[in-house]
């Protein structure tokens, strides 16, 4: 090991990252100051990557979680050989710039997720990790690995005082996954102060209790470092946690406090740094030529990694055609079976949740990228996959598709991103639609990233009955289609419900939302035979035509198109157009003429929906409005909607008036 190369590559980051924030006159120097030597060991002895292909598929990969530190990121991608340019770096934070506050996916070379939000990142990388198991269990074999990498990820104070950490550490030690390796920048400094103040876990026993291995070492001890991160490799059976005790700001005057944490040092404070870390004080974004030496040597073994894997990856490939087949298909999102779709017929009825479960076993069939699960609710949301599939993922099956998160919505969304990240895999979660509060930063994120994660959400409004209305989403729906690039799918009856898993698997470049009730409803005749096309790409068509000038056109989502359906047999000496509306935030961004043609010449417009009023607004009235701006009440559904007066001779009344 090249210890020298490695300290000079540790002081050009703290080189560059003082530079760059104070030029930027925002940032936060302290992680890059304090864990220099982690960033250099890594990408400088550890990672097994080529700067020249980002994407080569059997990289190891590295998460900076605690994303604020996003200089120490940038400026090892620069110095590897990433796409990251040294004005690149001279533009830290601003507009357009590939270096931007937090790593975001998608905008700059060699980063591997947005990992802004604190927590998420290192959840993402429980993901990634997953997704390495899975597709090494499935395609490598006794002559060729194909699939075999190591997680990364830099965690730092904040990452381990969120929740959604301890989540995805617990599943991750459940899962004993032993290619998984956290770094942990053990400098007891937060924005406040002193992380005592309000953080005394004893974090070794913590890790310990989830079934991790834990190891603890020196941030400045290089070939210390090196020593421990192969001890980790070493461990197949556990994830590893490496506490690594380091000072914030290293270097810098005011070292060890939180002053160094989140705000540039200054003019005076860069130069004093420079002074201390022995760097020439008189030099901008200034680079040890060591440094550029040694990662100019280093090209040549990172470009044999990868030449040695593609020889062994043709070399399986060609052993292996029908594998070669299948992951390419993984990889494509192509199907690997022949599968027909499920059909029902006007009349059937069920709860559009089974006619999911139903879907969801129709894709998972014909496509075999196709992984996830459910937070403890595979019985309620019908998501069990069936004897086709190779069973439960565990530690002791790594080939079984679908994944038992428990009762951990926010890391089960985290980690479906990493799964998708990662490649090759599609992956879906589930849960209650009320507990989407509970993902919802996640979602964010992954919506943020352009991520085709698939979320079912079932027991979809007040008709949960009796579980009450901490279990009765009422503002739900609109909170979801609020997030600017998910699509929120709220089919109306079964065939709509196999429709949107079509729908949601088609999706490359967006979060897809679907929720599905708990009670039963029909399967209606519709009026539009082109309503397939029509739903995927207008978000609604019409399920009643009434005429091409009706009294009333009534927009509706989910269960309530039956409810208008019932309402407008209630309703004489009036033409009544009734739409189903499954996707009303794709049908709210066609253009005026393309909802008229849906819409028709009405006289008057309603709406329905068994939630608040606030999105249906633009195309009507308060008045004309048939929604829910309340909590829900404890009781059997009937009676629920009946105290309500949400009935379809309720709404008839309205529809009267």
């Known amino acids: 090991m090249n210890s020298e190369g490695i300290a000079a590559v540790a002081k050009s980051i703290r080189s560059l990252s003082m530079d760059a924030i104070q030029k930027a006159n925002s940032g936060h120097p302290g992680l890059p100051l304090g864990a220099a030597e982690a960033a250099a060991v890594l990408y400088g002895e550890v990672l097994k990557h080529n700067p020249a292909n980002s994407k080569w598929a059997d990289r190891d990969r590295f998460v900076l979680s605690a ?43 060699g980063v591997e997720c947005t990992g802004g939000p604190l927590g998420q990142g290192v959840s993402m990388a429980v993901g990634m990790a997953i997704a390495e198991s899975m597709l090494a269990a499935r395609f490598n074999t006794a002559n060729h690995k194909i699939v075999d990498h190591y997680t990364y990820s830099l965690v730092g104070e904040g990452c ?193 949740r089974d006619a999911s479960g139903k879907g969801l076993n129709m894709i998972a069939a014909r496509y075999g990228n196709l992984v996830g699960g459910s937070a403890d609710l595979m019985g309620p949301n019908k998501t069990a996959f069936k004897s086709y599939d190779e069973g439960t993922y565990s530690a002791t099956n790594r080939k079984g598709r679908y994944i038992e998160y428990g009762i951990r919505e926010f890391a089960m969304s985290a980690v479906c991103a990493g799964i998708s990240l990662h490649g090759g895999l599609r992956p879906f979660c589930a849960t209650f639609l009320v507990f989407a509060d509970y993902l919802r930063p996640s979602l964010r994120v992954v919506s943020l990233m352009k991520q085709p994660v698939i979320y079912v959400f079932t027991h979809d409004s007040i008709y949960v009955g009796e579980d009450g209305p901490t279990h009765q989403p009422i503002e739900t729906m609109t909170s979801l289609r609020a997030i600017p690039g998910v699509q929120a799918i709220r089919p109306g009856d079964p065939e709509e419900s196999i429709e949107a898993w079509k729908i949601a698997y088609a999706s490359k470049d967006h979060p897809v939302c679907m929720a599905f009730t708990r009670q039963a409803l029909p399967v209606y005749e519709k009026a539009d035979k082109n309503w397939k096309k029509n739903m995927a790409e207008k978000g609604a068509y019409v399920v009643q035509e009434g005429s091409a000038n009706p009294d009333i056109t009534i927009l509706a989502s989910g269960s309530e198109v039956s409810m208008a359906l019932d309402a407008a047999k209630l309703v004489s000496g009036k033409t009544i157009r009734v739409v189903s509306v499954p996707d009303l935030k794709k049908f709210e961004n066609l253009s005026k003429a393309d909802q008229n ?61």
Not at 81 to 96: A, L
Not at 617 to 634: I, V, Y
Request: with cysteine; glycine share 8%.
């Open 597 to 657: 043609a849906i819409i028709g010449n009405a006289k008057r417009i309603v709406c329905t929906e068994a939630g608040i009023s606030m999105e249906w607004l633009q195309f009507t009235s308060k008045e004309n409005c048939f929604c829910l701006d309340n909590f829900g009440t404890s009781g059997p559904a009937k009676k629920v909607a009946e105290f309500f007066h949400f009935t379809a001779a309720d709404f008839a009344e309205m529809l009267k008036k």
């Open 160 to 352: 381990l005082q969120e929740g959604v950490a301890s989540e995805a550490s617990s599943l991750a030690g459940n899962l004993k996954l032993g290619k998984l390796i956290v770094l942990y920048d053990q400098n007891k400094i937060s924005i406040d102060g002193c992380t005592d103040i309000t953080f005394t876990d004893d974090i070794a026993k913590r890790y310990e209790a989830y079934g991790w291995q834990v190891l603890k070492g020196d941030m400045y001890d290089i070939e210390g470092m090196v020593k421990l991160i192969n001890e980790a490799k070493a461990c197949s059976d556990k994830p590893s946690l490496i506490m690594l005790k380091s000072v914030i700001g290293k270097g810098a005057p005011k070292e060890n406090t939180a002053d160094v944490h989140g705000a540039p040092l200054g003019v005076d404070g860069v130069k004093a740094a420079k002074k201390t870390l022995g760097l020439p004080e008189d030099k901008d974004f200034y680079v040890l030529p060591e440094a550029y030496d040694f990662f100019k040597e280093k090209a040549k073994d990172f470009a044999k990694a990868e030449a040695d894997w593609n020889a062994e990856f043709a070399a399986w490939a060609k052993e292996n055609p029908e594998l070669k087949k299948q992951w390419d298909a993984f990889h494509s999102d192509a199907a690997t079976a022949e599968v027909p779709d499920f059909e029902y017929k006007v009349g059937d009825a069920c709860a559009t």
């Open 67 to 109: 994303g604020h530190g996003s200089m120490l990121l940038y400026s090892a991608l620069h110095l590897a050989g990433y796409k990251v340019s040294m004005d690149d770096i001279k533009n830290f934070r601003q507009v357009g710039s590939k270096c931007p506050g937090h790593p975001e996916y998608g905008d700059t070379d």
